[in-house]
């Protein structure tokens, strides 16, 4: 199954982006009559034949149409500080795309080391990760928000905040309820600080611990991840 | 706490090897009477004082030696095919080293597209997790084996071949008894042949899925850790 991304899709043809035209025609050498599938990462997809196998716009016609649910019954938002290396935040946003995400929300917090980012070349690696797992459904990344405004944004669910001074005992996989609508906050290199972990229970986050071993950022990011999917696998 | 490894940890004083006496003494810039850890990654970590700053063979004392409880009360091991991109592999044992794991027995399937890798490197990836994440249990990781040899070795637990063919509901996290030694198998990049599962179920391995996504091999294998893992956290 070839795997493309459109991010509209609307009536009964598509025209690939120049990126995705151009990964169809000359690296994959597909051409007129080919069957290729196209989802807009929002649980649609879309079985299509290449009608012009232009390089720079692939026009493709749908033949069938196809509703894909969605991966959990809830939403998983994981709000995480981005790690000085990028290299390791790429990483765990391939990660929690292959494993299963809705929502990443890149987090500015007190010892936050990384600042900015470029958001194009982060949603070229999920976009990626989706189509490399044969997903319809793409993890939302948002722009940075601050820590401050994030605990005290509404948000219907359980919520968490990981902290690696937290018992064992306390751990996200034992607290969390399957089946509800979580966010995790992940902290930075130098996690927390203490006066954000109680402006965080403040606004009704619960402080876990992700087990035993003190982790990476981006491991912490994966371990929420894989739990939270797991604890709803489970029966 | 600054952390360094010693394979051999006997009487009241220790050598740093070359690696690590570089390390400590012209990185981290320490001197005479500066107190650091040394593990042997097999439980003992030792609170030591630097008696001779050698940046080729840095000499301590010992003035304490703790003993680190294993991290579970079972042991995990991780038999999977190294991926054709060893960067993919290190990732891998970095992850599982920080999560948690014991054995990561490299294996050699009919799909492997990787049939060699350079040992020693592998195990300096492996090290280095487990000084960065302040363990005093080094997972060990063995020569290739061949699946066939692998799946007709004795071993008394759990045994788990992860397939992409399997419906989601024989999940490992269903599957697996909190408590009990495990090992599960990881296929390369185009899956386990059909004889090879049939060959592990002659031989009681149980097929089991990691979820509902199609993941990486080197996804899978992390998936397969934070799954054990978080089951025995489990109360």
């Not at 969605?70 to 790429?90: G, V, W, Y």
Request: aromatic share 6%; net charge positive; glycine share 6%.
């Amino acid at each position: 199954m070839q795997l493309f991304y459109n991010k509209f899709i609307e009536g009964r043809n598509i025209t690939l982006s120049r990126d995705e035209s151009n990964h169809c025609v000359r690296v994959m050498r597909l051409s007129t009559d080919d069957i290729i599938y196209i989802t807009n990462g929002k649980g649609t997809l879309c079985k299509s034949r290449i009608t012009k196998p232009d390089k720079n716009a692939c026009e493709t016609e749908i033949i069938e149409a196809i509703d894909v649910p969605p991966e959990r019954d809830c939403s998983l938002h994981i709000a995480i500080s981005p790690t000085k290396s990028i290299e390791r935040f790429e990483w765990f946003l391939e990660k929690a795309t292959e494993i299963g995400t809705d929502r990443i929300i890149p987090l500015l917090c007190k010892n936050s080391e990384r600042r900015t980012f470029n958001e194009e070349r982060l949603k070229r690696v999920i976009i990626a990760a989706m189509k490399q797992s044969l997903k319809s459904w793409l993890p939302e990344i948002t722009p940075f928000v601050s820590f401050e405004n994030l605990v005290k944004k509404k948000f219907i669910g359980n919520k968490f905040i990981a902290t690696a001074n937290e018992p064992h005992g306390n751990n996200l996989g034992s607290l969390y309820q399957k089946g509800s609508d979580i966010i995790i906050l992940i902290g930075p290199e130098g996690d927390f600080q203490k006066d954000e972990v109680k402006l965080a229970q403040n606004n009704g986050f619960i402080p876990v611990s992700l087990g035993k071993s003190r982790l990476r950022t981006e491991t912490a990011g994966l371990v929420a991840c894989c739990d939270v999917n797991l604890i709803n696998l489970l029966h």
